[in-house]
Nanobody, 118 residues
Framework: QVQLVESGGGLVQPGGSLRLSCAASGTIFSIATMGWYRQAPGKQRELVAVVHSGPTTNYADSVKGRFAVSRDNAKNAVYLQMNSLKPEDTAVYYC????????????WGQGTQVTVSS
């Protein structure tokens, strides 16, 4: 059974930094895409940043130049370095992976809270 486990969320002041980590475990034969989505209260879940197996990346316009996504294929892990954080970055951040276990499927972590506030 595949699991994605996130860590690294918390409370940070505006302008500060946080680093999120996510590791996938279980029987995994291949990972196409790993990355991060977020959901703020009252809003839909949205893409933050993903890295494909190319490796190419996609970022939300709102985080370009501030966030950096990276991947460690040997560890089945993905990271999100978040700098210059703003109050509007406050959300639950979810790790995402498109991978092949018993078949190609999408998996989600349980979510980690990021709060940007003074």
């Amino acid at each position: 059974q595949v699991q994605l486990v996130e860590s690294g969320g918390g409370l940070v002041q505006p302008g500060g930094s946080l680093r999120l980590s996510c590791a996938a475990s279980g029987t995994i034969f291949s990972i196409a895409t790993m990355g991060w989505y977020r959901q703020a209260p009252g809003k839909q879940r949205e893409l933050v940043a993903v890295v494909h197996s190319g490796p190419t990346t996609n970022y939300a316009d709102s985080v370009k130049g501030r966030f950096a996504v990276s991947r460690d294929n040997a560890k089945n892990a993905v990271y999100l370095q978040m700098n210059s954080l703003k109050p509007e970055d406050t959300a639950v951040y979810y790790c995402y992976a498109s991978l092949y276990s018993q078949r190609w499927d999408n998996f989600w972590g349980q979510g980690t809270q990021v709060t940007v506030s003074s």
